[in-house]
């Protein structure tokens, strides 16, 4: 499987936009780039995927670089609810299992 | 979006004992569930693939035999720890994906914290 890098950990201020970078230089052109969080003592929660172009949704924003080796999620405005571990995840979407790497611990301070 | 549930929540058990612990997809089928622990401070592991009407496919390291998983309906996979021992004690989360669309997102339950005393 492809693997991504993320920073260990980042902090944010409240209602300040939130710039979570992942590095996957090995991605194949068939892995999707997805974005997972997990708050404490929960699941992990979809966030947000794409492929190529950029995706926004009610969440956040996808931007992926141009050669697909980087992509960057993007939280416009940072609330305390948004503390949590995200994690970076290539998916083939074969239906097959999510590879979690170590993730990053965002940190909002108020 | 879809749901995923997972039932106990939480367990504390005696060391020896077995534990069963279920999880549902609630509206959409899944032909595959996945099965992940995590360990305090640490990322999500796959334990196992669960795979419905056939036997589960099993991560090297995993003990088949000390974790049952058994997938007996398109809604439904149950994964029991036998013999509980506390190195077992950790957070247990299943995911599924919908069947129909394969594709898309895959979707976790909320976790089942395992105490094993």
């Known amino acids: 499987d492809a693997k991504t890098t993320q920073p260990n950990s980042m902090e944010s201020n409240e209602e300040e936009p939130v710039h979570l970078p992942c590095n996957h230089s090995t991605i194949s052109g068939t892995d999707y780039i997805h974005w997972y969080r997990q708050l404490p003592s929960q699941g992990p929660e979809y966030v947000i995927h794409?492929?190529?172009s950029n995706v926004n949704n009610r969440m956040a924003s996808l931007a992926i670089a141009e050669d697909r080796k980087s992509s960057t999620l993007i939280l416009h405005r940072a609330t305390l609810r948004d503390a949590a571990v995200y994690y970076c995840?290539?998916?083939?979407?074969?239906?097959?299992?999510?590879?979690f790497g170590g993730g990053t611990r965002l940190m909002v301070k108020p | 979006g879809a749901v995923v549930s997972q039932h106990p929540s939480w367990v504390i058990c005696k060391s020896g004992t077995s534990v069963k612990i279920e999880c549902r997809s609630l509206d959409f089928q899944a032909t595959t569930m996945f099965w992940y622990r995590q360990f305090p401070k640490q990322s999500l592991m796959l334990m196992a693939t669960?795979?419905?009407?056939?036997?589960?496919?099993?991560e090297q390291g995993v003990e088949k035999d000390k974790f049952l998983i058994n997938h007996a309906s398109l809604t439904l996979s149950t994964l029991t720890v036998t013999s509980a021992h506390p190195e077992d004690s950790s957070f247990y989360i299943c995911?599924?994906?919908?069947?129909?669309?394969?594709?898309?997102?895959?979707?976790f339950g909320p976790g089942t914290r395992l105490l094993v005393l």
């Open positions: 995840i290539l998916d083939n979407n074969a239906g097959n299992m999510l590879t």
């Open positions: 794409g492929l190529t």
């Open positions: 995911s599924a994906r919908d069947f129909k669309s394969p594709q898309e997102t895959q979707y």
């Open positions: 669960s795979n419905e009407g056939s036997k589960a496919t099993y």
